[in-house]
């Protein structure tokens, strides 16, 4: 079973930031938190991991607590194309995904 | 940008048929994937591949699958005796052998048994 537990659906308006939490309370020392999408029925799409710094890339932020039990994953300025299912997933790196049920972010006009 | 490809997108088949589904990893990897979606439900594991041999595999993976790297580009899942529960989207995945580990997957074959 997955590891994590996060909502089962958010919205979001076009243009305003999407925040999903993930709770991973736990979570061992050296397992990261990795978050995938999957836009309708296409291949999981890797987004952005950390271990406990928080990390930002070209698509997203990742916000870690400081006792690493949860986690937010932001999309700054959300847009249509946003709208996917969100995995939150925690994992040594070098173990095969676990995907639980996800967040489906309905990204709206 | 690289990318992980499969084919065919569709496949149809008939109960008890053969079938094999195909990828081709991006080409520095090393590490090989293969994920089941049954419609509606959660992504699965199925098996991973190294170094030519199964370095993991789910209980799902049962002696109805195998897979194989038959050249340097391809890696193939087969299903020996296809039955109506086989019926689902099947990933592809591969990934380098260094940090951070993520997995790129590719567009899925969907995979309808009648």
């Known amino acids: 079973d997955a590891k994590t537990t996060q909502p089962p659906s958010m919205d979001c308006a076009e243009g305003r930031a999407a925040n999903l939490p993930c709770n991973h309370s736990t979570i061992s020392g050296n397992e990261y938190v990795y978050w995938y999408r999957q836009i309708h029925s296409q291949g999981p799409q890797y987004i952005i991991h950390?271990?406990?710094n928080n990390e930002t890339n070209e698509m997203a932020s990742l916000i870690i607590t400081e006792d690493r039990k949860s986690s937010t994953l932001i999309l700054p300025h959300a847009t249509l194309r946003d709208t996917a299912v969100y995995y939150c997933i925690v994992r040594d790196g070098y173990s095969t995904l676990t995907f639980g049920k996800g967040t489906m972010l309905l990204v709206s006009p | 940008e690289p990318e992980v490809t499969q084919t065919p997108s569709h496949q149809v088949t008939q109960m008890g048929q053969e079938v094999i589904l195909r990828c081709v990893p991006i080409s520095n990897h090393l590490y090989f994937y293969w994920y089941r979606q049954i419609l509606g439900q959660k992504v699965e594991f199925l098996v991973s591949?190294?170094?030519?041999?199964?370095?993991?595999k789910s209980e799902i993976f049962d002696d109805q699958f195998s897979v194989e790297r038959p050249d340097g580009s391809n890696f193939t899942l087969k299903i020996r005796s296809t039955k109506l529960e086989d019926s689902a989207m099947y990933f592809c995945a591969s990934r380098t052998g260094q940090p951070p580990y993520e997995q790129y997957f590719g567009p899925g074959t969907r995979l309808t048994v009648t």
């Open positions: 950390g271990l406990k």
């Open positions: 591949f190294y170094n030519n041999e199964i370095s993991e």
